[in-house]
């Protein structure tokens, strides 16, 4: 058990050694590269935080677009009843739920397991 716990320490303060040389290395070459560039433009990370943000909330807003076109879709279903009656009814993709759904008329509309139902897009 002790042997186990002094691995972990000794991995540890390995891998702590290594962070703060791999640090310090990487602090020097950002001074030879500040020194060097003199008055190079760059975009700052304030600048670049907004535009991605602003670039996430644009394909949210197409994305939330597109379902909301796809959900108020009107749909023509037509249902062949087990008799041979045909019955068209139209309704909103967002309402159709299995083989339930709700007409644009306001009926709610049940299909039992023997009626044939096609959905066709407009």
């Given at each position: 058990m002790l042997t186990k716990i002094l691995f972990t320490v000794v991995v540890?303060?390995?891998?702590?050694?290594?962070?703060?040389?791999?640090?310090?290395?990487q602090n020097l070459e950002r001074a030879k590269q500040a020194e060097s560039v003199d008055a190079e433009a760059s975009i700052s990370p304030r600048t670049l935080a907004y535009i991605l943000i602003?670039?996430?909330?644009?394909?949210?807003?197409?994305v939330f677009a597109f379902s909301w076109q796809r959900a108020n879709q009107v749909v023509n279903i037509r249902v062949t009843a087990e008799s041979g009656d045909v019955i068209t009814y139209q309704a909103y993709q967002k309402d159709i739920k299995g083989r339930s759904f709700i007409s644009l008329s306001g009926s709610q509309i049940t299909l039992g397991e023997s009626d044939r139902v096609e959905m066709i897009q407009q």
């Open positions: 540890i303060v390995g891998v702590a050694i290594f962070y703060r040389q791999k640090a310090e290395r602003a670039v996430l909330v644009a394909i949210s807003i197409v």
